[in-house]
T-cell receptor
Framework: KAGVTQTPRYLIKTRGQQVTLSCSPISGHRSVSWYQQTPGQGLQFLFE???????NKGNFPGRFSGRQFSNSRSEMNVSTLELGDSALYLC????????????????FGPGTRLTVL | AQKVTQAQTEISVVEKEDVTLDCVYE???????LFWYKQPPSGELVFLIRRNSFDEQNEISGRYSWNFQKSTSSFNFTITASQVVDSAVYFC?????????FGSGTKLNVKP
């Protein structure tokens, strides 16, 4: 069974631009969650989607948004990029999600490394 | 306030030694979930375990074991007979349905 895929793997943008990252979950998984990892702030939860609905959101500004499609693929968008948005963005998929109280295992993708210049 | 503390920034051991990674959490909720993740040098996070607040049973999975103690708000992770492949950064995390908090991670170096 194919794992979680994230595209692109690397991205370079300049301040003020917008970026869209994509995550394709494992077949049959309906939940996708997104995380940001930076040297300064560490790992932070961005949001979780389940069946096209945002279930929970971390403490990030409105510039960070996401969506999930009917095939469970998810996109994350960051508008008006700032230097501090440079990070590794990880997505994970599971059957029902980790913020739901389920006992699912999460499977992570390889991440998208975003550099903002 | 809710947070997760991993006081050990970096640990180095020699192969075959046992090693315990500490995790202390703070929450006022009675229902919460604790996690451990592994991040090898490749960067991809690997989910290791999820434990809910009502289940204080210790868990063993091969060389890995977890000790959950609500009385001390700790969820420690022990690797028995460590191997070089265990070298990674390990993160502890807390979830209470609405929020998700990660510790700062413990880098484990296992030397041959």
């Amino acid at each position: 069974k194919a794992g979680v895929t994230q595209t692109p793997r690397y991205l370079i943008k300049t301040r003020g631009q917008q970026v869209t990252l994509s995550c394709s979950p494992i077949s049959g998984h309906r939940s996708v969650s997104w995380y940001q990892q930076t040297p300064g702030q560490g790992l932070q939860f961005l949001f979780e989607y389940f069946s096209e609905t945002q279930r929970n959101k971390g403490n990030f500004p409105g510039r960070f948004s996401g969506r999930q499609f009917s095939n469970s693929r998810s996109e994350m968008n960051v508008s008006t990029l700032e230097l501090g948005d440079s990070a590794l963005y990880l997505c994970a998929s599971s059957l029902r999600g980790v913020t739901s109280g389920s006992t699912d295992t999460q499977y992570f993708g390889p991440g998208t490394r975003l550099t903002v210049l | 306030a809710q947070k997760v503390t991993q006081a050990q920034t970096e640990i180095s051991v020699v192969e075959k030694e046992d090693v315990t990674l500490d995790c202390v959490y703070e929450t006022r909720d009675t229902t919460y979930y604790l996690f451990w993740y592994k991040q090898p040098p490749s960067g991809e996070l690997v989910f290791l375990i999820r434990r809910n607040s009502f289940d204080e049973q210790n868990e063993i999975s091969g060389r890995y074991s977890w000790n959950f103690q609500k009385s001390t708000s700790s969820f420690n992770f022990t690797i028995t007979a460590s191997q070089v492949v265990d070298s990674a950064v390990y993160f502890c995390a807390l979830n209470n349905f609405n929020k998700f908090y990660f510790g700062s991670g413990t880098k484990l170096n296992v030397k041959p």
